[in-house]
Every structure is written in structure tokens, then in C-alpha cells.
């Protein structure tokens, strides 16, 4: 079923034809590629996305007062982060936020519903995360007379508030210890850097290294150990294959508190 244009959005496409046929020509592409029957509507939405990612937002999306949307931003971000223990959000994640506030306020005013095909996946993952965006989002959403906001939209704010978790997470300092060559010992960094984020392995040693330098990390918030060496004083410690594997991981983020 064809959907019909606004006169908002058929003054868009009005101001910017050129832009609108890209959008025909690449949607038709795709239509011919997949062969698949897509609607003409699509044009406008990836149409939309154009228009948002080459000129300033306050000249096509009609907001009345730039500082309300950004005040909006804050307050979301101040609310959530609140609720989700997270202390802050720098400047340039503040105002990418803003930007996606702002097409979002965009959307709710002229009744534009966009699809999140990821939504059951955020839901699944992210579920605690998603609950706080929704139940927050949906009070302040209301203060301001919106309450039409759908979980598709919620599901995209959710993302930027893992993504928001993620980089405040501080970073943990590891260190790595193993008894085997040094082939197998830069494997196991490699393992052990590509699959937990935000971490600084210091170094990687032996048992007998480690016990003539102990003294030199006080600072470790983690071994990582293939030997079965225990003598670490304060400092938590876990054992682990060289390989790495999954079971691996998930004890390694266990042990850092990360789930």
C-alpha cells in the first residue's frame, strides 16, 4: 500500500528534487536487485536520511527554538544517565545526541514512523537499558506533549545509551601471565585485547618474572594466568586456557564486574 506524502514532506522534496531523485534511483537499484517489491515511500525515508547527513537540520526540519531541542538533549541524557549510573557525556556525544533529538521531534510533529529492524535484538540485550530509555523517555516525552513516541524510537535511543556505558566504563589494567613461548603468549594478548574492551594488558610474564617484580603492579586490576599461580596478594586473578575461548571471556568479564 502506497503511504501519501505530507505537505511538509512534499515541500521537501519541492525544495530538493535532485537530492529526492538519488533517493529514486537508488531505491529502484535495490528494488531491481533483490526483486523484491519495495514501496515508493522508501524513497522519501532514505531521502530523509540524505537530507539530515548534508544540511543543517534547522533548515528542513522546522524547529521553532534550536535551544529547546538541545535543553531536551541534556535533560534526557542527564535522566537516563541518572537512572543508569553513567556520571557523564561528553560534548560530541552530547550533541550527536541533539542531532537525533532533533529529527526525532521532527518525526513525532508530522507523524513519520520509521521501522528499527534491530528492535528485538536491543530488547533481548539490552533489556535493562531499554526499560530506563522507555519509562524515562515516555515522562519527558509527555511533559512536552508527545505520546506517540513507539519503542522502534526508544530502541534507537537505547543504542546510544550502551554505546554511552560502554566508553565510561573505566579502562583495567590486566596483566597476563604465561608459562608457554613467547609465540603463544602474543596470541593470547591478542585473544584476550580483541575480545574485552577497554582493558590495557601491561605486560605479558612469566611466574618467575612476576615474582622478581611483583612490587611493579600495584596497579593491576586483573591477571590473566594459563599458569595455576595463585600468590597475587590483593590482586584478583583468573585461570584460563591459551586459546582463549568463549567460557574464557565470559569468566574474564565476570571477574571485572562487567556481567
Known sequence: VEQEFTSEERELIAKYPNLYRVSEETINAIRSYLNIPISSFENFYLFFHLISSRFEEEEYLGIDNEEEIYELSKLMVEKIGQELG???????????FTSHIRALV????????????????????????????????????HSIGYDNVSDDEFGFLTLYFVNYLEESESVRMILIMCSSGVGTSELLKTRVIKNIPNIEVVEVLSVHSYKQRRYEFSNIDLVITTVNFKDFGPTPSILVSVLFNEQDVLNVQKALGRI
Open 106 to 141: 521532527y518525526r513525532l510533529k508530522n507523524h513519520f514512523i520509521v521501522k528499527n529492524e534491530l528492535l528485538g535484538s536491543i530488547k533481548s540485550e539490552w533489556r535493562d537499558v531499554f526499560k530506563v530509555v522507555k519509562s524515562v523517555g515516555t515522562e519527558i516525552f
Open 86 to 96: 553513567l556520571t557523564t557525556v561528553d560534548s560530541k556525544a552530547l550533541s550527536n
